[in-house]
């Protein structure tokens, strides 16, 4: 709003002008900018390939997780349909006196989401991790019975 325009060109009005202005603009780039939460998840996301696989009865999702343990992982559903597979890699214990020449392993969180198609039954969902590979199963609904026709009887009038 211009409070020139309106004939009010005092310093008070000038001054309110420019702070409506300016929050208008902080407003505008923070809303814009991607949160914190959402940068961190995208990065989890990124660091975590996985295979999927479709089997006759079942979908299977299969993640490297070496030297993980089964309280570092959480397999959920979220929204009735979204897979949701994380947890965190924790940096082992340091022993006095030592220090790190090269650190390349992975630490921190990690995380997928995957949107189940309509066949999956989210009521049957096993997870094993073995030999540092957890695979997820997801079991399919069994196929909906094809409806028979509906005969109506044609009545004389």
């Known amino acids: ?23 208008d603009h902080e407003a ?5 900018a991607p949160t914190r939460t959402y940068v961190r998840d995208a990065k989890a996301m990124a660091s975590t390939p996985a295979d999927v696989k479709e089997y006759p009865n079942s979908y299977a999702f299969i993640i490297d ?18 897979l949701v597979i994380s947890g965190e890699r924790k940096r082992g214990e340091e022993k006095e006196g030592a220090k790190y020449v090269r650190m ?13 198609p309509e066949n999956a039954n989210t009521d049957a969902i096993s997870a094993v991790c073995q030999d ?4 997820v199963t997801v ?3 069994p ?15």
């Open 65 to 82: 997780m070496p030297g993980l343990k089964s309280g570092d992982i959480k397999v959920q559903v979220e929204d009735d349909n979204v």
């Open 28 to 32: 505008d780039k923070s809303f814009n």
């Open 104 to 116: 390349e392993r992975r630490i921190g969180k990690f995380m997928r989401k995957f949107v189940l």
């Open 1 to 23: 709003m211009d409070f020139k325009i309106m004939g009010l060109d005092a310093p008070l009005f000038n001054t309110l002008q420019h702070m409506m202005d300016a929050s």
């Open 132 to 135: 540092g590979v957890l695979t």
């Open 139 to 141: 079991e399919k609904l």
């Open 143 to 157: 196929p909906p019975e094809p409806k028979k026709p509906k005969t109506i009887e044609v009545k004389i009038a």
